[in-house]
């Protein structure tokens, strides 16, 4: 600072640079100097123990006008690879965004989490096979009407959907791992039906064209029952966001917020399902008394799927909704049983040759392949963290069990009377909510 003072001496005020000078930008050194500028006259040099700040301009031999410094430009902050996109939020902004949306907080906190549904489905109609038919003798055309197993349709019934799973943590390609368990089913379908034969008509059966109490009846009533329960633990892991993005609102405030993205995920587990059905049919005359004419045929069979489960997910995530798909295959072993009793009575009609009455009951059991497949149509709206309202289209079809409408037995002739080709095809809609804590 010595020579600052002596050169003020001579003259020169300070903050003046000299004619005829240059402007030299001094080396970063450690910092001895506390101004920002330094003057120095012509042909004075700067003493070697005097450094001067980073950056700092010392003015040597200046010309009389000043040189104004030219501001230097803020550094861009990049705190996004969408920097250039701007506001997160594109379509429907915001004015102000007073909380934060981070993928770490809004969506997910890395413990439990639950969902419930509620399902609204429709159940497939039996495999077609004629129960009666509707012979009218005294027509000069003989009619004949048929009546099938398709014809006994099935109204939509609810049933749920819930979801209980605890994260794992992360593994380390930093992906989401956990264990859940699902509820599926709780479906229940139950039908009745029935037909009167025509004037002047009766009605035959093809199950058993002499069965006592059947063949030539003038009245038919079914009933039909169906159930669907499954049970699921499966081990999931999926994809995580990318960084979140530090966005900042038009009040100036930065927040930080989710990057969008697909989150697809995988998931590995075991499925156990049941499927539960019973048919009766009920005949009578009208001319007749219940001990004179009539007949019962039952028909219950169980069905235990056991089976792999193998699926995934992949859900578009947005800051505030999603929206995907969910499918899940098992291919299982099928244990299925049926059990059937027949009881008939004819005292008014006997065939040549033919019974007065029929009684008998029969079991059997199988196991061979069978399938369990499904899959979810969704969206979702968050509305706090860690929770949201979802809406969705289901889908679910169940192979390789012996359903009632198959094991038609009423002649007794099948020693092992038990058919596991039967399929049921179930679709509907769901709604409900998805947590965490």
Request: negative net charge.
């Amino acid at each position: 600072m010595a020579c600052v003072a002596a050169w003020a001496c001579c003259g020169v005020a300070a903050g003046q640079p000299a004619a005829g000078g240059r402007v030299v930008q001094a080396a970063p050194a450690p910092v001895i100097a506390e101004t920002e500028e330094i003057i120095l006259g012509p042909g004075t040099s700067l003493p070697p123990e005097t450094a001067a700040m980073p950056e700092t301009s010392i003015v040597v031999d200046a010309d009389p006008v000043a040189t104004p410094p030219t501001p230097s430009a803020p550094a861009v902050l990049d705190v996004s690879s969408r920097f250039g996109e701007g506001m997160l939020l594109e379509d429907f902004r915001l004015d102000e965004m007073p909380f934060e949306a981070s993928s770490g907080e809004w969506f997910w906190n890395g413990g439990w989490y639950v969902g419930a549904e509620s399902l609204w489905m429709e159940r497939s109609r039996n495999n077609r096979r004629v129960i009666f038919e509707d012979v009218d003798v005294v027509a000069p055309v003989r009619e004949s009407l048929k009546y099938t197993t398709t014809a006994q349709p099935f109204n939509v019934a609810p049933g749920a959907r819930v979801t209980i799973g605890k994260s794992l943590g992360r593994d380390y390609l930093d992906r989401d791992r956990a264990f859940e368990f699902i509820y599926y089913g709780g479906m229940s379908y139950a039908d009745t039906d029935g037909r009167n034969a025509l004037a002047d008509g009766f009605l035959i059966s093809p199950l058993a064209p002499l069965a006592p109490g059947f063949n030539g009846a003038t009245a038919f009533t079914t009933d039909m029952k169906s159930d669907f329960n499954s049970w699921e633990w499966n081990y999931k892991l999926r994809r995580r966001l990318g960084r979140d993005q530090l966005v900042m609102s038009p009040g100036g405030n930065w927040t930080r917020h989710a990057e969008r993205g697909f989150l697809p995920a995988l998931i590995l587990g075991t499925r156990l399902a049941t499927v539960n059905e019973r048919f009766s049919l009920t005949t009578g005359r009208a001319d007749a008394t219940p001990e004179q004419f009539g007949g019962r045929y039952n028909i219950a069979t169980g069905n235990w799927l056991l089976g792999l489960n193998i699926g995934g997910e992949l859900i578009s995530q947005n800051e505030f909704f999603y929206w995907g798909l969910r499918g899940r295959a098992a291919p299982a072993l099928s244990f299925a049983s049926t059990s059937q009793q027949a009881a008939g009575v004819d005292t008014l009609f006997i065939p040549p040759g033919g019974r007065q009455t029929l009684n008998f009951s029969d079991e059997a059991t199988r196991t061979g392949p069978g399938f369990i497949g499904d899959l979810t149509l969704m969206a979702g709206w968050n509305i706090t963290p860690n929770f949201a309202l979802q809406v969705g289209y289901d889908f679910l079809w169940v192979a390789g069990m012996a359903t009632a409408t198959r094991q038609f037995n009423l002649d007794n002739r099948d020693t092992n009377a038990i058919d596991v080709g039967g399929q049921t095809f179930y679709n509907g809609v769901s709604f409900g909510f998805y947590g965490s804590w």
